[in-house]
């Protein structure tokens, strides 16, 4: 998923390129589900004629302020890019966009032409971006909910250890919340812990001074360096925990184990060997039999849960993207037409292409009944009726028989 280096990568690129240009095309897809709250037609509209005056992000959020609103924000999701025909945004490994590619992408959201040719794209693969158009996007949901931005409003060490010693809850999961601090995802999340040799699970207020400094300086530096390098993953450090932690199988990192568990709701990659867990945390993990985390199918739909189109099970957990199992109905049950309907079946979304299927794949399934002709169907209950009526005579004139044959009883 795009976190802060990604989009901040999109945001210096198009203040370098697209600063005081109009627009003088827009193509807005036809998405209810990307495009929030506005036709694309309106959309195009209020694009057509005004002047891109400056860029702005906080989080993982970016939003273009024109020379009047209403400003059209982006908030990535899972897979959202900012594309410029002929500038290279981002290498970002997901991200990446190849020269032979159609332009624009198929997969485009939302498409500016300027007046001086430039051509510039959001794009969504996945469809768990959402793009707006705001007359104030500071004042609003996600942007007004968010925490400070962990590179242009960085706490201070004090600030950041004393918060640390309120918070009962694990350090990954904390570090993941947006309303705490903006912009860190997953894989940052993983990589300074890493480096900072902090137990994902470890809790916040168990951390000593020493453990809160260090890892107010990881994450300084980690987001420095990625940002300096326009996220550009084939220029971080070779021993950044990021080109080891995306395989389906446990790796070694300089001769250690990497291991995977489920932290903050998320698949986490670390080094049991370097990240120790301690404290009433470690007592409890101790006597639990160790799971090992497995990707799942689908997920449910949420902002800032990334996905890991490429590596280990970085599954959405709050957003969109669903996989309904199919129920075998038990032998011995209920006879068809009778009590329960059975449920329906629902086709699983096994590709990038499926989550842009506004069907969502569903295939219902209809008992043979149902495709009956009514008048036929009419004849058969009624015929059934009939042979009803005459098995319950039948089996009256045979309990009547019985008992007229029966001999009384002699009293004792």
């Known amino acids: ?46 694009l057509l004629g005004k002047t891109i005056v400056s860029a702005h992000r906080k989080g993982k959020n970016l939003w273009l302020h024109l020379d009047s609103p209403p400003f ?8 959202g890019a900012i594309y410029i025909k002929g500038v290279a945004v981002t290498k970002y490994k997901r991200s990446a966009v190849k020269d032979n590619d159609e332009w624009p992408s198929k997969y485009s959201k939302f498409f500016v032409e300027l007046d001086d040719g430039l051509e510039l ?37 004090n600030e950041f250890t004393d918060s640390l010693s309120k ?58 360096y990625a940002v300096e390098v326009d996220a550009d993953c084939n220029r971080f450090p070779c021993d950044w925990l990021f080109h080891f932690r995306w395989g389906k199988k446990s790796g070694k990192i300089k001769g250690k184990k990497i291991d995977f568990i489920n932290a903050g ?13 301690s404290g009433t945390v470690a007592t409890k993990a101790a006597g639990k039999p160790r799971k090992q985390a497995s990707k799942k199918k689908g997920g449910d739909e949420a902002e800032d849960n990334d996905g890991d189109e490429d590596g280990v099970g970085d599954e959405p957990t709050n957003e969109e993207e669903e996989s309904t199992k199919i129920t075998k109905p038990k032998k011995g049950g209920n006879p068809r037409g009778r009590g329960k309907k059975p449920p329906m079946k629902r086709k699983a979304k096994e ?34 009726t009939s042979n009803k009526q005459a098995k319950t005579v039948k089996t009256s004139k045979r309990a009547v028989s019985s008992q007229d044959g029966k001999k009384p009883k002699r009293a004792k």
């Not at 059209?72 to 897979?79: E, I, L």
């Open 167 to 224: 918070k009962k809850i694990g350090i990954k999961a904390l570090l993941l919340d947006q309303s705490y601090i903006s912009g860190i995802g997953n894989w940052i999340a993983d990589e300074v812990l890493y480096q900072a040799r902090i137990h994902p699970l470890q809790i916040c207020s168990s951390l000593s001074k020493e453990n809160c400094a260090t890892l107010h300086n990881c994450i300084k530096e980690v987001i420095q």
């Open 72 to 79: 059209p924000s982006f908030q990535f999701g899972m897979a």
């Open 265 to 277: 709701g998320r698949t986490s990659a670390y080094v049991p060997d370097l990240q120790k867990l």
């Open 351 to 384: 590709s990038d292409d499926d989550d842009d299927d506004d069907s969502g794949g569903n295939n219902d399934v209809s008992s043979e009944e149902d495709d009956e002709d009514p008048t036929e169907k009419g004849r058969k209950v009624k015929t059934n």
């Open 121 to 157: 794209s959001f794009t969504d693969k996945r469809r768990f971006a959402r793009v707006r158009l705001l007359k104030d996007p500071t004042s609003v949901p996600p942007i007004s909910e968010l925490g400070p931005d962990a590179l242009f409003e960085p706490m201070t060490i």
């Open 1 to 46: 998923m795009p976190e802060l280096p990604e989009v901040e990568a999109a945001r210096r690129a198009i203040e370098e390129n697209c600063l005081g240009k109009k627009i003088k095309r827009a193509i807005i897809a036809n998405d209810s589900k990307v495009i929030e709250g506005v036709s694309s037609l309106d959309f195009e509209s209020a």
